[in-house]
């Protein structure tokens, strides 16, 4: 299900993450099967560039692209079917929403899409080279808010991102924080991140899927 923006659009960077390289040979304890099988046999485009979260918290998937800009965090949680639909309000023009319609049924449509995410983190930082929190001026370009998407960008209405109608003064312009403080600090980012994940997941192979409740379980 797309995220649609007509006047309309819409999420999570974890800024900081906590990656597990491990994984070698058949999954150990702390290693979940689906990661192990799926990343063998290429069931979702890109599980090769992921790693397992094994204590996620709440966590579904993490990036950290300052430090890695060649793997993402995905966690068990990620697998979980999600039926709910979320419309933010811009701030500063209530006229402007992002929607997320989300029912999914979980499994590699959900790792998919959470994939598809946390790289759209990865991509603005390599598009700029902004951590998230940073201010001032950064490889020639002003960033005001610490959101990682420059002033002049979030600017520019007649460019993808200026679609959005960003505050650079504000780097949660769509007031994401009443849902989860962390996104006081990089909501515009999130935004991004949220309409990549449910617009291009990645790719799936469904007719390799034979995990439990899978695309094939039970033929």
């Known amino acids: 299900m797309r995220a649609h923006i007509?006047?309309?659009?819409?999420?999570?960077?974890?800024?900081?993450?906590?990656?597990?390289s491990g994984c070698e040979g058949p999954p150990p304890n702390h290693c979940a099967n689906w990661w192990y099988y799926w990343k063998e046999g290429?069931?979702?485009?890109?599980?090769d560039k992921v790693k397992y979260l094994w204590n996620p918290g709440d966590t579904l998937g993490v990036a950290s692209p300052h430090k890695t800009q060649d793997f993402v965090g995905v966690s068990d949680l990620a697998l979980d079917p999600v039926d709910v639909t979320y419309t933010f309000r811009n701030f500063y023009n209530i006229d402007k929403t992002v929607t997320i319609v989300r029912p999914r049924d979980g499994g590699i449509d959900g790792v998919a899409e959470v994939i598809a995410h946390e790289f759209k983190h990865v991509?603005?930082?390599?598009?700029?080279?902004?951590?998230?929190?940073?201010?001032?001026?950064?490889?020639g370009q002003r960033h005001s808010d610490?959101?990682?998407?420059?002033?002049?960008?979030?600017?520019?209405r007649t460019g993808p991102i200026g679609q959005y109608e960003f505050s650079p003064q504000d780097p949660d312009s769509?007031?994401?924080?009443?849902?989860?403080?962390i996104y006081e600090?990089?909501?515009?980012n999130e935004i991004l991140a949220r309409?990549?994940?449910?617009?291009?997941?990645?790719?799936?192979?469904?007719?390799?899927?034979?995990?439990?409740?899978g695309k094939q379980w039970g033929r």
């Open 123 to 139: 991509w603005i930082y390599q598009q700029w080279g902004a951590r998230i929190g940073q201010t001032g001026t950064i490889n």
């Open 174 to 181: 769509y007031r994401l924080v009443r849902y989860n403080p």
């Open 195 to 213: 309409v990549e994940g449910l617009d291009n997941p990645r790719q799936r192979e469904p007719q390799k899927d034979w995990s439990q409740g």
């Open 146 to 156: 610490g959101d990682a998407i420059p002033d002049i960008v979030e600017l520019d």
């Open 6 to 20: 007509h006047i309309s659009y819409v999420s999570a960077v974890a800024i900081c993450c906590c990656i597990w």
């Open 42 to 47: 290429g069931v979702v485009q890109d599980m």
């Open 185 to 188: 600090r990089y909501g515009d």
